[in-house]
């Protein structure tokens, strides 16, 4: 992550003091809190010994990849592999700067250079970095890159939604509790991403808006590892369920055991309850080929799932494709499609404006609707192709 003033990241009043100029003695080295051990590195951190760092205790690392719409970290392919090759479940960041342009473009940018993701066990969600503004002396803007909290709530949610059309997946957020609550007016919409919290304290303390419980904490910026020290808020067979997507955003906690009163108890009827629905996600949406000719075909598909435990496939459901056009607010039914027993579904049609594609499932009586995030397509005339 960007190297941000340790002030920033420890919380309380201390952030009233980011301005101030005095240098201030470096902190003693505090215990390493529980959990499984990780860190993270950029090209900040060149020749890193991925053996050496297994032996000595890390079992996952996040690796950065890009920045905006116009950085790759030429290291990162050395990082990445060499983490997976020491024997680490690794992972990619995305650092933000959402005044240089939409997070869907970023989300794709991301995607295309590092960031995508696979159910093997071995590949963390990818994370995006949203925190501080570390460019005000160039850029003249606030920690919140000149965005209001509305704005920025959009930004982020069109950076995940994209995420989750390419990777099938919601990505993790990487944030800290003053930032987010400064930058997003405490946005509570977020709370189904794993949230990777950075504080350097002695504790976690309050979380951002949203979230109950934290998935990984980046409490130091040095340590036995290079780069940041990271910890994952479970254990290391739950950080493997993370990482193939079988999981929550963070590990539950066990059910408190209230201590049982032996006394007689009056039998009373307990009133029926309605089943519970299960949460559903329409993912891997794809509108193509991208452009396409006017009046050739365009093919929509995506997949059904489960959101929660297994994510199996859901088959035999009737999921509506929806186009918007070009400079239109409004959502059209353009067709249907049933997904097949994989859960997947694909319809096509003749191309005949730019737009916007969606696929919708409105649920039934076992299963809550969901949405899919959005395809934009570029139809042209002419003999281009």
Not at 131 to 147: A, H, M, R
Not at 223 to 230: I, K, L, R, T, Y
Request: hydrophobic residues 40%; charged residues 15%.
């Amino acid at each position: 992550m960007e190297r941000l003033p340790r002030l920033l990241l420890g919380g309380g009043l201390a952030v009233a003091l980011a301005s101030c100029t005095t240098a201030l003695p470096a902190a003693a080295a505090a215990p390493v809190p529980p959990g499984v051990r990780g860190l993270d590195v950029s090209s900040h951190q060149p020749g890193v010994s991925w053996p050496a760092v297994y032996r000595d205790g890390a079992r996952f690392a996040y690796v950065k990849a890009t920045e905006s719409t116009t950085y790759r970290n030429p290291r990162y392919a050395e990082q990445y592999q060499g983490a997976r090759q020491a024997g680490l479940i690794r992972g990619a960041y995305h650092f933000a700067l959402p005044h240089k342009s939409g997070g869907a473009a970023q989300a794709d940018y991301f995607f295309r250079n590092g960031g995508g993701w696979t159910s093997d066990g071995w590949t963390l969600p990818g994370v995006l970095d949203i925190e501080f503004n570390p460019y005000q002396s160039s850029n003249g803007l606030d920690i919140c890159y000149g965005l209001s909290p509305a704005r920025m709530v959009s930004w982020i949610r069109d950076f995940s939604d994209r995420y989750l059309a390419l990777a099938g997946r919601r990505p993790a957020v990487y944030t800290n509790t003053y930032w987010w609550q400064t930058c997003t007016g405490g946005s509570a919409a977020f709370g189904d991403h794993p949230l990777w919290l950075a504080r350097y304290a002695s504790a976690v303390g309050a979380l951002p808006a949203g979230w109950t419980a934290h998935a990984i904490w980046q409490h130091a910026d040095s340590g036995v590892f290079p780069g940041d020290q990271n910890v994952f808020n479970g254990t290391y067979e739950q950080l493997k369920l993370l990482a193939a997507g079988r999981s929550a955003a963070a590990p539950v906690k066990a059910p408190v055991n209230v201590p049982v009163d032996a006394s007689p108890k009056v039998s009373v009827k307990a009133p029926a309850r309605k089943p519970v629905r299960a949460a559903t996600r329409v993912s891997s949406l794809n509108a193509g080929p991208e452009p396409v000719g006017k009046g050739r075909k365009l093919t929509v598909s995506g997949t059904l799932r489960l959101a929660t435990g297994t994510r199996r496939a859901v088959a035999g459901q009737r999921v509506l494709i929806r186009f918007r056009p070009r400079g239109s607010t409004v959502w059209r039914t353009a067709g249907t499609a049933v997904t097949a027993s994989g859960g997947t579904f694909r319809r096509t049609f003749r191309a005949a404006g730019d737009g916007t594609w969606q696929a919708v499932y409105n649920g039934d009586a076992l299963r809550l609707a969901a949405r899919s995030g959005s395809d934009y397509v570029d139809v042209r005339t002419g003999r281009w192709w």
